[in-house]
């Protein structure tokens, strides 16, 4: 089946650094990617979506200053959380559609600690 | 706005018995409807999934069914194992490509 990975899968870092997530779909062409958040014992909130080469679309309540999404290939997107603070600490999980078959594919996950 | 719930929260049965878990949502316009297993620190294995059309998808032990007139799906998991344990989470789409609404999930947890 579709692969989607996401890079690291564990992060520490102190608080004002800034994080970058990578999410590749590893053998499908993803034009559209998702970038979910996670607290524990949650349900995944959807915080943006993704399209390959056009600005990402966030949702209500999702500062897109805080957290940056490119989308430059078809087969990767990157998140990246800017002057991460401890209140960012979650797990974030990205999706990747695959339109030949329209079907979602989840990343493992990336667990992001900030101190 | 489309809302899912799940219920219950949370599952504890003996190994051998029946699983049942309810998943409702308010719109009933959905393109799908999709089971996800997700274990504690993990990503998302997508189980079943159910497109408008249809009443139930079965896979193995796994049947989930869907009435969408209602917003209602059912995962039954038959003879439930110790590896069983883990959260379901059900979601919906209400259009080819768009995003996934999720609920909150159903933890479970099978003892030996």
């Known amino acids: 089946g579709a692969v989607v990975s996401q890079h690291p899968s564990r992060v520490i870092c102190k608080s004002g650094t800034s994080v970058k997530i990578e999410c590749r779909s590893l053998?499908?062409?993803?034009?559209?990617m998702f970038w979910y958040r996670q607290f524990p014992k949650k349900s995944l909130m959807l915080m943006a979506t993704s399209n390959e080469g056009s600005k990402a679309t966030y949702e209500q309540g999702v500062e897109k200053d805080k957290f940056l999404i490119n989308h430059a290939s078809l087969t990767l997107s990157t998140l990246t959380v800017t002057s991460a603070h401890p209140e960012d600490s979650s797990f974030y999980i990205c999706?990747?559609?695959?339109?030949?078959?329209?079907?979602?594919?989840f990343g493992p996950g990336t667990r992001l600690t900030v101190l | 706005k489309q809302e899912v719930t799940q219920i219950p929260a949370a599952l504890s049965v003996p190994e051998g018995e029946n699983l049942v878990l309810n998943c409702s949502f308010t719109?009933?316009?959905?393109?799908?409807l999709q089971w996800f297993r997700q274990d504690p620190g993990k990503g998302l294995t997508s189980l079943l999934l159910?497109?408008?059309?249809?009443r139930e998808q079965t896979s193995g032990r796994l049947n989930a069914s869907l009435d969408k007139s209602s917003g209602r799906s059912t995962l039954y998991i038959a003879a439930s194992q110790p590896g069983d344990s883990a959260t379901y989470l059900c979601?919906?789409?209400?259009?080819?490509?768009?995003?996934?609404?999720f609920g909150g999930g159903t933890r479970v947890l099978v003892k030996p």
């Open positions: 999706s990747a559609r695959d339109g030949g078959v329209d079907t979602q594919y």
């Open positions: 053998d499908f062409q993803a034009t559209t």
């Open positions: 159910i497109q408008s059309s249809q």
């Open positions: 979601a919906v789409i209400k259009a080819a490509g768009n995003k996934l609404t």
């Open positions: 719109d009933s316009a959905i393109y799908n």
